[in-house]
């Protein structure tokens, strides 16, 4: 059974930074697909980065230049690193991982930024 903790979310000021961590339990990481989407209140889910078993990395256009994506197979672990943080990034961030067609999310970390 494959499982998503996540964990490093929080309230900051605009302007901030956070770092969300994602580790992986019961999956060969090495070869899963991950990522991470939000949701904010009375919206959708949303697509904010993914990081392929390759490496090859995909953004939102409203993240890129300010959000990181990476990965640390031996942890079996992928970050999100977050910078220059807007009130519009407030949402709950999720955690997810695909290897073959099974796709696993995590159970959710709050952030909120403040104006």
């Known amino acids: 059974q494959v499982q998503l903790v996540e964990s490093g979310g929080g309230l900051v000021q605009a302007g901030g930074s956070l770092r969300l961590s994602c580790a992986a339990s019961g999956t060969i990481f090495r070869i899963a697909d991950m990522g991470w989407y939000r949701q904010a209140p009375g919206k959708q889910r949303e697509l904010v980065a993914t990081?392929?078993?390759?490496?090859?990395?995909n953004y939102a256009d409203s993240v890129k230049g300010r959000f990181t994506i990476s990965r640390d197979n031996a942890k079996s672990t992928v970050y999100l690193q977050m910078n220059s943080l807007k009130p519009e990034d407030t949402a709950v961030y999720y955690c997810w991982g695909r290897l073959g067609f099974s796709a696993t999310w995590g159970q959710g970390t709050q952030v909120t930024v403040s104006s």
């Open positions: 990081i392929l078993s390759s490496g090859s990395t």
